[in-house]
């Protein structure tokens, strides 16, 4: 992919993305998919980069073991430093032909470490644990650890499933407890929602006064949501907008730069490469930074530095263009074709009682073909559509148009009513 800003291999897709950040360099371990059939073991690979719009590829990091041992695939986990200096990565140990008590493939904790910056790892299976009491062999995965200096220990979250209760709802955070981390005891669960299958790869970090948690929910809903507490241990507070991105943005992980919070997750690809494609595991790597606001809650967006990457441009249509159609549509477009990559900015001054507005991409002549943002006021909401939409039959009604949009895309814009008007 030669997009600047965003990266897939040459020979694979980006699955979940574990970030380090050192001496200002953020290194980008990930799980590097093929789609390769048989399957041939799943990888981390490391990306590095200081401006978070080039990405170089320092291959491959830790390797899929052999077919018959317990790290067959490597999947997520997270890198820590000890105090002397040495790299320590705990990661999943997954292989489809070891069954655990529930008859599911066996998940286990496992870990590396590097003495030499990163660039070799050796592991060490005698530090091998597996999912404690209480919770479901089949998934005890990502580990993330981190240091409590306040008790003096490292604390480990892990994602699992309680072996008793709802089906789609016993996803919990679970957590060990270490004092070198090598032996690692069983705590207290760190967060238990009773809500979704599984909450993937959680983190916590502090930021200012605030601790922010955040995981992937494994539902239907599929994306990244944060959590926002004063202390460690809760209880957390639920943002009134508490996801990062849309159903494409998953299992996103962050790291810190100074003042700065970077998320690193995948934009998901689609089978067949087409709009109505089945979302698929692993795709393309996106950064995302997080901005605090005063009262602690999150807004996200891209980082300066991909924004920094388009020119000045031209004006697409003429400043104070204006379109009225009450009860109607209408629209304005340019004559000029936008090239693959471009930034576009539009600014709207919204009437009272405007329903829709936005902006029409890759569109027909006549606007009727193509892509739209679109901003609903009276919803709160941006949405993505396309027309035309896919047809299940011949006849009028089967259009897809009980699908109105992008649902899985849809994203909360506050849009506060201009003056005069009431809010509704």
Not at 229 to 249: C, K, M, N, Q, Y
Not at 341 to 365: K, M, P
Request: aromatic content about 12%.
């Amino acid at each position: 992919m030669d997009q600047r800003g965003f990266y897939q291999p040459e020979d694979g897709w980006v699955g979940d993305v574990i970030p380090w950040q050192e001496d200002g360099v953020f290194h980008l371990f990930y799980l590097h998919e093929t789609r390769r059939t048989p399957k041939e073991g799943m990888p981390w690979h490391r990306i590095t980069t200081e401006n978070l719009v080039d990405f170089a590829e320092q291959g491959e990091a830790i390797a899929s073991a052999s077919h018959d041992a317990d790290d067959f695939n490597i999947y997520t986990g997270s890198i820590v430093q000890g105090g002397d200096g040495v790299h320590h990565a705990f990661y999943t140990g997954q292989n489809p032909d070891r069954r655990g008590a529930d008859g599911l493939p066996l998940q286990l904790v496992m870990h590396a470490t590097s003495h030499d910056g990163m660039a070799t790892w050796q592991r060490h299976p005698e530090h091998t644990f597996g999912a404690t009491a209480g919770y479901e062999t089949a998934d005890w995965r990502d580990p993330f650890v981190f240091r409590d200096e306040e008790r003096g220990v490292w604390r480990m979250l892990i994602t699992a499933r309680h072996v008793d209760g709802p089906t789609r709802r016993r996803g919990v955070v679970a957590q060990c407890i270490s004092h070198d981390l090598v032996t690692w005891e069983p705590a207290a669960p760190f967060w238990d929602p009773r809500r979704g299958v599984a909450h993937e790869c959680p983190e916590v970090f502090q930021w200012g006064d605030w601790w922010y948690l955040v995981a992937s929910e494994f539902s239907d809903s599929f994306t990244t949501r944060y959590r926002m507490s004063r202390s460690v241990d809760g209880p957390w507070i639920v943002p009134e907008h508490d996801t990062l991105d849309g159903r494409a943005f998953y299992a996103a992980k962050s790291a810190a730069r100074g003042d700065r919070r970077l998320f690193f997750g995948w934009i998901a690809s689609r089978e067949g490469s087409i709009d109505d494609g089945a979302w698929q595991w692993a795709g393309t790597l996106s950064v995302l930074e997080a901005e605090q606001r005063s009262d602690g809650t999150l807004a996200f967006h891209p980082a300066g530095e991909l924004r920094e990457t388009f020119g000045t441009g031209a004006a697409a249509l003429p400043a104070n263009t204006v379109l009225s159609a009450p009860d109607g549509y209408t629209s304005a477009l340019t004559d000029a074709d936008a090239p693959d990559s471009f930034r576009l900015t539009a600014v709207f001054d919204i009437d009272e009682g405007t329903r829709e507005c936005g902006v029409l991409l890759r569109a027909s002549a006549d606007g009727d073909r193509g892509y739209s943002l679109r901003l609903e006021p009276q919803r709160d909401r941006l949405v993505l559509d396309r027309w035309p939409r896919r047809s299940t039959g011949t006849e009028q009604w089967q259009i897809s148009g009980d699908v109105p949009y992008v649902i899985e895309l849809e994203r909360p814009v506050h849009l506060p009513a201009p003056v005069g008007m009431s809010s509704r």
